[in-house]
């Protein structure tokens, strides 16, 4: 994985997990084991589906960079799809409470997004390749005058 997109990576897997350790506090503190547990599953769950969609999304961009912008649309749609799946799964289990996991999910998802938001605003990313000194130049086959 190239610096920048382990850098992306790390930029908005740190943020997520943060937020997800706060969701346990609280959920911990509100609706107790159960609670706590709910949210980190919750906070799994993301960072699971939008860590594996921003290794896709990146792959795309290097080898088709024409369907970029569709993919990124397109992953984004499917992953929302299968967060909401996920909590409608879950909405009747006993295993932890499914209003701490579902509440930690959309706060996760967002402060991912804006995570991702804010390190492609602060990457240093070419969008032109620059000239390499190695290429050649055209020789001048003009006149002389």
Not at 22 to 39: E, M, N
Not at 72 to 93: E, I, N, P, R, S
């Amino acid at each position: 994985m190239p610096s920048n997109d382990a850098r992306t990576l790390l930029q908005t897997a740190v943020p997520t997990a943060v937020a997800g350790a706060v969701a346990v506090a609280i959920s911990g503190g509100v609706a107790g084991g159960k609670g706590a547990l709910g949210a980190v599953v919750g906070t799994v769950v993301v960072i699971l589906f939008m860590g594996v969609g921003l290794v896709v999304l990146q792959r795309t961009a290097r080898s088709l960079p024409q369907l970029f912008q569709a993919m990124g649309l397109m992953l984004y749609t499917v992953q929302l799809l299968l967060l909401f799946v996920f909590v409608a799964a879950f909405q009747d289990t006993t295993v932890f409470n499914p209003k701490a996991f579902a509440i930690t999910l959309v706060a996760t998802t967002l402060v991912w997004i804006a995570a991702q938001a804010r390190a492609h605003m602060k990457a240093k990313i070419l969008y032109v390749e620059p000239e390499s000194d190695k290429a050649e130049k055209p020789k001048n086959a003009g006149l002389k005058s």
